[in-house]
């Protein structure tokens, strides 16, 4: 969808639709100037500092209350939490649907703080990557923050390594993101296991 509506709508008049205002990016003082992870942690755009939020809010409603206790019945047992008198397909549907928007913010990080407009393609796959940060996370969202901290490096190292000019073809050095992350994805097959029930759409009987 975004793909045709940047043929057909965008490219009409790009100044107008395409021309998100910038974010500014925001230091918080004191804890920005921690040596290495100060100015990656704590100099972000609002994007950046959302993530945090959404990160803590879903592992304490996860966790902590009794919607998340629903939301991880429903994925493990379905039938059983239909049982209990919980609507399994609107809990699925409403919550497929909050996470759709949390990846949409996600999402907008690229073009209202990294390009500045957008483009076809613009994720570049890294929808694949967040996967695979969730399954590295072994399906906590603390565990895929941290995976996402890892595979963010990697594909910032690629970057680095490139501007400074090292010796290693651009095309090998933008396949590192990806070969960090189906390395790391692949020690730990058959030991992250998601919910059991995922996937698996459930028809009431």
Avoid at 25 to 35: D, F, N, V
Avoid at 117 to 135: C, D, M
Avoid at 161 to 180: C, D, E, H, K, R
Wanted: charged share 10%.
């Amino acid at each position: 969808i975004t793909g045709f509506l940047f043929t057909t709508v965008m490219q009409e008049d790009p100044q107008l639709y395409n021309s998100p205002v910038h974010l500014p990016t925001i230091a918080i003082p004191g804890l920005s100037a921690i040596p290495v992870i100060g100015p990656i942690l704590f100099k972000q755009s609002v994007i950046g500092y959302l993530m945090y939020l959404a990160v803590f809010l879903v592992w304490f409603g996860l966790y902590k209350t009794r919607w998340g206790l629903r939301v991880r019945a429903v994925g493990e047992h379905p039938k059983a939490a239909d049982t209990l008198g919980i609507k399994v397909n609107r809990t699925r549907f409403w919550n497929v649907t909050l996470g759709g928007i949390v990846a949409g913010i996600g999402g907008s990080f690229f073009t209202l703080v990294a390009i500045d407009s957008f483009t076809k393609e613009i994720s570049g796959g890294r929808g694949f990557i967040a996967l695979a940060a969730v399954i590295f996370g072994r399906w906590n969202p603390i565990g895929a923050f941290a995976a996402a901290l890892l595979f963010g490096f990697a594909d910032n190292l690629q970057v680095m390594l490139t501007i400074i000019g090292t010796p290693v073809p651009s095309q090998f050095m933008a396949m590192m993101p990806y070969l960090v992350t189906i390395f790391a994805v692949a020690g730990l097959v058959g030991r992250s296991r998601g919910p059991a029930a995922v996937g698996d759409p459930y028809v009431k009987e």
